[in-house]
């Protein structure tokens, strides 16, 4: 059964390299497959990658939104200047934001629009999602740490890469908390008053979830999906779209559709594979 992290808003938190872009695409898509919420972030994605990810998944719902454009890359800022009046303009969607410390940083709040912290306010009513992803809760605005209803602490184990010349994950471990319980796991464990065995066990009676494992095969596959050593503002877009579906039209044959003969009639059946849909 998927577990639904409560409230509308939820913060994704973890240092550098324990995986919190990954985490936060890999709960979020889940979430966005239950509760059939299109999909838009701040980051580049790789749409090629992205379908087989879901096609391996049984994510039909974001299979068909994927296909039909409704899963987006859009940038927060223009330049040097913010750019969030219309970072979340359509409903029913989940909204991505990666390196919200800088984004909805607290010392730049003169600077977030009046009507983005208005669609915060009213997130709820417009059935929209929003997952921030930060490396620590305090970087971001005081007004958005006051909506935000859930965390999910990613802290993945990894290993040095030769290939990579960075670190690379090894497995998924991450912690889902509501804000009151966060509040607690951060007093007790974040501040190290508690620790050793202890800070375990009081951490996995304080999440609502905890989830720990290898990486799959489909789980690799969304490495593939998006640029974790890419820089966020660097004008992020969706990387292979698709292609309109007119343009994968082939007929078998080169008789015209007109023809009113059986054999003209089978070779009207189009063809349409896979690597079609990026031709």
Avoid at 138 to 145: E, H, P
Wanted: charged letters at 25%; one cysteine or more; aromatic letters at 12%.
């Amino acid at each position: 059964m998927v577990y639904i992290p409560p409230g509308p808003i939820t913060g994704v938190l973890g240092l550098p390299g324990t995986g919190k872009t990954f985490i936060a695409l890999v709960a979020g898509f889940e979430m966005a497959e239950e509760l059939h919420l299109d999909v838009v972030s701040n980051f580049p994605l790789n749409a090629k990658a992205l379908y087989y990810y879901f096609l391996l998944n049984g994510y039909t719902w974001l299979l068909s939104r994927l296909i039909h454009g409704k899963i987006q890359v859009r940038s927060c800022a223009s330049g040097s200047e913010l750019a969030l009046s219309n970072f979340m303009q359509e409903k029913g969607t989940l909204y991505l934001i990666d390196e919200a410390g800088v984004y909805l940083n607290s010392r730049n709040f003169k600077n977030i629009p009046l009507d983005f912290l208005s669609d915060l306010a009213q997130i709820r009513h417009d059935c929209r999602r929003l997952f921030w992803i930060a490396q620590y809760r305090d970087q971001v605005d005081k007004t958005l740490r006051e909506l935000t209803a859930s965390y999910i602490v990613a802290d993945c184990p990894t290993r040095y890469s030769r290939k990579l010349s960075n670190t690379e994950l090894v497995g998924k471990y991450y912690r889902i908390f509501t804000a009151k319980n966060y509040d607690v796991y951060e007093k007790k464990i974040v501040s190290g008053s508690v620790t050793g065995i202890k800070a375990t066990v009081t951490s996995m009676k304080l999440a609502e979830k905890t989830i720990v494992g290898g990486l799959t095969d489909v789980d690799r596959l969304l490495f593939k999906a998006y640029g974790s050593f890419l820089r966020v503002e660097a004008k992020p877009e969706l990387i292979n779209p698709f292609c309109h579906w007119e343009k994968t039209t082939k007929y078998i044959k080169g008789d015209k559709p007109n023809t009113k003969s059986r054999e003209s009639e089978q070779s009207e059946s189009k063809v349409l594979t896979v690597d079609n849909l990026w031709s």
